[in-house]
């Protein structure tokens, strides 16, 4: 099979805060992505205003580089390789933007803290990207933390890759145990823009002054795309983004052939359909912009405008010879909230230009559907409210947020679970929770647990004087969890949680003990 040896597609996974999109920045940077004075603020990849407040990235996005370290050399192409690299969400509700990340690529780096270890979200992507084949890089990042533990993760890390190996080995035919197993460990640092294949002493700084031992690894590793001499275009939607001028944008990964500016080509629609389009614009990566560019070929990730109703998992094809990729699917959703319009007496007093219809409503939800695989929306009974379904309460409390900053007065319901019938028997979601918490709240948080019908799985004690458990619990248990956990450990406790599937329903739960605020008159 011909090979594109002058391209690397590679996205970066990890738990939430392991460091991500600071990584990102510093390969930007020392790709000479950036003139030498150039003002770039800090995570450039996370460009939303909600992502910049909260400090978190919500939708993954793609950026490229053009790498002509020594290592390129070494790989045969002394010009340079491209790397086009996805900067992933880590936090457990964006989960979707994750999987859809993994479409584009050919392996991944893993990103571990060196004092946190492996958590809820390094396992699901982990095991995602097993799950895909993909070849996995380990980059231990944040080993200048003082309180860093490299040794120690370095083995959880290759013992979750052990067990979830081990996990998917009947369920992924064809899954090669040696090489899942056989991988590279970078030591880094991804603020300082260090790496190293040398370990450093906890706390210290890798020994290279850069980059390089990283961007070497991972031409090494991450196999360059191949594709099928002479076949016809494949083009498939991964992603859309909008742009101000050019309307809405489908990012593509070409899998086969060649797509040009000005061609036509077949568009396979999610119905089954095909209808011919014109390329209008075709646009690369370009770091942070986006460019315009005549053609592009196999592994090659672009952007097309034009096509307004495009959407995620449909394929640009030849009209001669259609041949559409599977559609692309992502997990249930397992959280739903009721929105619909404000029905309080104040509805419409928030302000001049407020949307507060039904319609305005509806359209907007209808909008957010189209970019975001992982949310369904579905009627209710009344209509001028619908059921929204996500990942997780802050997947919905984001998209709520949103609205509001747009102008929307919304009513929101109160948080409830999704529930499956699976061989006529209600099952419901259950969430995984890794709970770090100082040993003398072991009790309580049991306690806390157990109220919520959380069953423990493991505890380990690192001998720190903190525990590590972890607890199977319904993912209803989960609604409002935090602010109680949060009093109970005294602020201490640290909690992240991650679906798991679906488990016979668990019985009542009993959640709330006080009150609701009502507001009938504005403040003054
Ligand atoms: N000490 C230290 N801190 C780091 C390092 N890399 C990142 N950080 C810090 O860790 C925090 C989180 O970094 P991000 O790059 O936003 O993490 P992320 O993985 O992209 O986070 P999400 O996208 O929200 O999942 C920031 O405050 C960074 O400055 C590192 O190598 N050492
Ligand atoms: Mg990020």
Redesign the pocket.
Known sequence: MPVRSDLRNVAIV????????????AMLWQSGAFGAHAHVE??AM?TGDLEREK???ILAKNTTVRYRGPAAAEAGEPDGVTINII?????ADFGGEVERGLSMVDGVLL?VDASEGPLP?TRFVLRKALEAKLPVVLVV?????PDARIDEVVHESTDLLLGLAADLHEDVPGLDLDAVLDVPVVY?????GRASLTRPADGSMPDSPDLEPLFATLLERIPAPTYDEGAPLQAHVTNLDASPFLGRLALLRIRNGTLRKGQTVAWARADGSLQNVRITELLATRALDRVPTAEAGPGDIVAVAGIAEITIGETLTDPDDPRPLPLITVDDPAIAVTVGINTSPLAGKGGKGHKVTARQVKDRLATELVGNVSLRILPTDRPDTWEVQGRGELALAVLVEQMRREGFELTVGKPQVVTKVIDGVIHEPIERMTIDAPEEYLGTVTQLLAGRKGRMVTMANHGTGWVRMEFMVPARGLIGFRTSFLTDTRGTGIAFSIAEGHEPWAGPIETRSSGSLVADRPAS
């Open positions: 990890a738990h939430v805060d392991h460091g991500k999109t600071t990584l990102v920045d800090e995570r996370d400090g978190i990235t900067d992933t969400p880590g936090h990103l979200q990042n944040k080993v200048d933390r880094a640092s991804a603020k300082a």
